[in-house]
């Protein structure tokens, strides 16, 4: 599978992917306690900005893999 083709898919897994965790971040929000302290907001938010990178992290790798064979290489 040539480079351009891994980041198409990768691409498109990543887009699915931000999508189904958006919608599993606003369940655990919506599960909280309807008034949370105001310094443990900004922790579950970032902590929630972070996560949905951790389980992509085999995806980018595998993007970027190998050799782009399709097309003239830069020198």
Not at 6 to 11: A, E, I, M, N, P
Not at 41 to 60: D, M, N, Q, R, T
Request: charged letters at 15%.
């Amino acid at each position: 599978m040539t480079l351009r083709t891994r980041k198409l898919v990768g691409s498109l897994i990543l887009t699915l992917w931000l999508i189904v965790f958006a919608l599993i971040a606003m369940a655990v929000i919506a599960m909280l306690p309807s008034r949370m302290p105001v310094w443990l907001e900004p922790i579950i938010y970032c902590a929630l900005g972070f996560a949905w990178i951790l389980p992509l992290k085999p995806v980018f790798i595998w993007m970027g893999k190998g050799r782009d064979t399709g097309g003239p290489h830069p020198r």
